[in-house]
């Protein structure tokens, strides 16, 4: 039941743009810089909860606190629309200015954002590792094939929960109102938290061993104290820390300043009877300065799917579906919040064919297990977005022109002899790019880092999600601020038909181009480290010796 509460979250996200505008008065703009920035907030508060779960409480106590937040704040959520009074009154109504939303009213749906956040924040990051927990047993000889078994099947059940998400729930929002529609995920959500409490006494609940961002922080500060040492001078090998089953006999010469961290200056002081550091917040192994050293060349390369990320969230889409023929049948017409839904298919398919497919095939010719190297395929998910984005561009001006050709430039909820299959190109391609670039670029993090630190992978990922989120509403903000001023019509109006979104998506297409240069310095860059999906940072043999417990310096 863990995915399930994500995907009863997830199913408020689609509309929910829709809603702040219609019952809140905010504009567009605005609206979309809240929904942004609440993403991010998830998505940070997710690194933030899987450290505190791994040092501190557990993955079963952060699953359940993060569960029961999200219940509360779902809760909260679903009352805003039961009380008139937690929301202002709508425009037209009594007055003809819009009412503004009162300290009260406001608090009351960031309350629900906040508490979702922080529910979500715990949830994600440690229900799978929670799920493992429970089939680990070493005495098994098939419990690794069990274990990825797993992780395939969790996986697959995440792509079916998004799909449940932006398609069940979202139609009950639309044909059966927001009280119904805010209700459901409410009552499932009772539902399966009651489930998980009730099997409580039965689940394994491993203890807290210490974070991964514990033993980077170690290493930082390490370094830091003892920044009085030359490491231009010749250290022999028992000068510095190393664990007992280490095959790193010395720290490598690239990031040297990190090499004062595994400096043993004096074993009495620095080291115990049995070997061990007697702080390891002043001396780390050189494991410890090998995996900083990774995660420093890992940066660069990792930033370059950002941009990516921030033009898949273009702020007004939902908009733009709403003016356009969205039916299939007579009777059938595709919510426009269920739209993510052909780039979540894409995605899907489009790793099966190349996995299925392609990869046999490229293989023959490249002689790489993958088909071809994480950089190729990261390149061309960045190529493929930057398509993608021009293509959006270019169908607003088609769209905009006709409803101002049809006399409907200020009637932004009159709908279009347009059908809204002219959007399925631009979303199937970001699909396909979101999945070359984040699988390319998760596969290039995972032969950096030792086999015992893949989620880091995912971490980091997350993280990027994050200040993608931050970014769009940077954007957005200035974008709107910028192109209103002088009395002019923002390009990010709530009345797309006077606004110009078709710019804004030619804006986000001259980033994405510019950040296609970046990625391509940074391969010139990070190819002398990286070769045929291999580092020369951490070899195999090395990756069979490390455990988390060692790094974790606990």
Not at 20 to 36: D, E, P, Q, W
Request: overall charge neutral; hydrophobic content about 45%; some cysteine.
């Amino acid at each position: 039941m863990n995915h399930v509460r994500d995907w009863q979250v997830l199913g408020l996200q689609p509309n929910m743009i829709i809603y702040i505008t219609k019952f809140y008065n905010m504009g567009a703009a605005r609206a979309s810089v809240l929904i942004n920035l609440w993403s991010a907030i998830s998505n940070v508060l997710s690194i933030l909860g899987a450290f505190i779960s791994d040092s501190y409480i557990g993955r079963f106590r952060a699953v359940a606190i993060g569960s029961i937040s999200s219940l509360i704040g779902m809760i909260v959520l679903w009352l805003t629309t039961i009380f008139p009074q937690l929301r202002p009154l709508p425009c037209g109504e009594y007055q003809h200015d819009c009412n503004g939303t009162t300290a009260a009213q406001l608090a009351a749906i960031l309350c629900s954002f906040g508490l979702i956040s922080i529910g979500a924040g715990f949830v994600r990051p440690c229900s799978i590792a929670l799920g493992a927990d429970q089939l680990e047993n070493k005495e098994n000889l098939d419990n690794e094939r069990l274990i990825d078994s797993y992780f395939n099947w969790f996986y697959a059940s995440v792509g079916v929960s998004i799909v449940l998400a932006v398609t069940v729930i979202v139609y009950i929002q639309d044909h059966f109102g927001w009280q119904v529609g805010f209700g459901v995920p409410a009552l499932l959500m009772v539902l399966s938290v009651s489930v998980f409490l009730i099997g409580s006494p039965h689940y394994i609940k491993a203890k807290p061993e210490g974070s991964l961002f514990t033993g980077l922080f170690q290493v930082a500060v390490a370094a830091f104290r003892k920044r009085h040492i030359n490491v231009q001078l010749n250290y022999n090998d028992d000068c510095y820390y190393k664990t007992p089953e280490s095959k790193l006999l010395e720290p490598s010469t690239d990031f040297r300043c990190l090499n004062r961290a595994c400096i043993i200056e004096d074993p009495h002081m620095e080291l115990k009877p049995d070997g061990k550091a007697s702080d390891p917040w002043s001396l780390c192994s050189v494991e410890q300065v090998k995996i900083m050293k990774c995660f420093l060349t890992v940066l660069p390369m990792w930033s370059t799917c950002i941009m990516l990320l921030v033009s898949f969230s273009q702020p007004l889409s939902i908009y733009q579906l709403l003016t356009v023929d969205r039916h299939i049948t007579h009777q059938f017409e595709i919510p426009a919040g269920s739209f993510g839904m052909i780039t979540v298919l894409s995605l899907t398919i489009w790793i099966a064919f190349y996995d299925r497919a392609l990869v046999p095939l490229l293989s023959r010719y490249t002689g790489l297990p993958t088909g071809i190297s994480p950089f190729s395929r990261m390149g061309i998910g960045l190529f493929l977005g930057i398509v993608a984005t021009a293509l959006s561009a270019i169908t607003e001006t088609i769209r905009r022109n006709k409803a101002i050709n049809a006399g409907f430039e200020d009637d932004p909820n009159a709908v279009l002899n347009m059908s809204s299959m002219w959007f399925v190109p631009q979303l199937a391609l970001y699909g396909v790019a979101e999945a070359l670039n984040a699988v390319g670029q998760i596969e290039f993090i995972y032969s950096l880092f030792p086999k015992t630190m893949s989620s880091f992978a995912a971490a980091l990922y997350t993280f990027g999600l994050a200040l993608a989120n931050l970014i769009n509403s940077l954007l957005v903000s200035l974008v709107d601020s910028i192109t209103s001023t002088g009395g002019n019509t923002s390009w990010l109006a709530t009345n797309i038909n006077r606004g110009h979104l078709d710019y804004y998506c030619w804006l986000m297409t001259f980033l994405c181009v510019i950040n296609f240069l970046y990625f391509l310095a940074v391969c010139r860059f990070t190819d002398q480290h990286h070769h045929d999906g291999r580092s020369s940072l951490f070899p195999e043999a090395e990756e069979e010796h490390f455990s988390n417990k060692r790094f974790h310096g606990a």
